[in-house]
């Protein structure tokens, strides 16, 4: 097989393929990035950047649009996760370029979700969005819905995100997430219960005694 050098953007943060990332572009070597990714079709991998490393895994991205130049060169731009990688060599710099590479190996990655999976998170996911009163996170139809839409939106830690990125098939990650739901919903309406509490710590209450 031959190898793929591919432009790499660590960042301190999980990206996942199907999200669309929006991107504050700063630094020269990202610049000359982002430039080529517009003028030639590049993709590029953002790889998480944890506890002081970068990880061998990570999602290969295209360029969606350039929102936005500033005169300084700056950029606002929007992308889009396109594919699953596994990292095998990292490069601090790309040979003539001034932005870091990786040697990459493309992962299988489907959304060929299950139905009836998609129901049970979805009914998951209303639950923990009423118990916390979140009223700004849109949810599809089983049909349509897809886990990486809510991946940063349901307490995984980021370690959690990072294990998340690694499953290839979306009934894993619909398993993963389902598992994750019913271990945190009790843990959640605990401490929900708990704040209720608290809001009533002095007031007075209308307690009417048991009969003995």
Not at 1 to 15: C, G, Y
Not at 67 to 78: C, L, T
Not at 191 to 206: I, Q, W
Request: hydrophobic share 40%; aromatic share 10%; proline share 6%.
């Amino acid at each position: 097989m031959a190898e793929i050098i591919s432009p790499l953007f660590p960042l301190n943060l999980v990206a996942f393929p199907g999200e669309k990332l929006n991107l504050h572009i700063f630094e020269p070597r990202y610049r000359q990035l982002i430039h080529e990714c517009d003028t030639e079709g590049k993709t590029f991998i953002i790889c998480p950047h944890y506890n002081g490393k970068n990880l061998p895994v990570g999602a290969e991205m295209k360029l969606s649009k350039i929102e936005k130049k500033y005169d300084n060169g700056k950029m606002d731009v929007r992308t889009e996760g396109v594919g699953l990688v596994k990292i095998i060599a990292f490069y601090k710099t790309i040979i003539g370029k001034l932005y870091p590479g990786a040697e990459i190996e493309r992962m299988h990655w489907d959304q060929d979700s299950n139905f009836k999976k998609n129901k049970e998170l979805l009914a998951l996911l209303k639950d923990l969005y009423l118990i916390m009163n979140v009223e700004n996170v849109p949810l599809k139809s089983p049909a349509l819905f897809r886990t990486y839409e809510v991946a940063h939106k349901v307490g995984f830690s980021f370690q959690q995100e990072i294990e998340f990125l690694k499953l290839g098939r979306e009934v894993e990650r619909q398993m993963y997430m389902i598992d994750h739901l019913n271990h945190i919903l009790p843990i959640v309406k605990e401490m929900e219960s708990m704040k209720s509490k608290a809001k009533l710590n002095g007031h007075f209450k209308n307690v009417i005694p048991p009969e003995f």
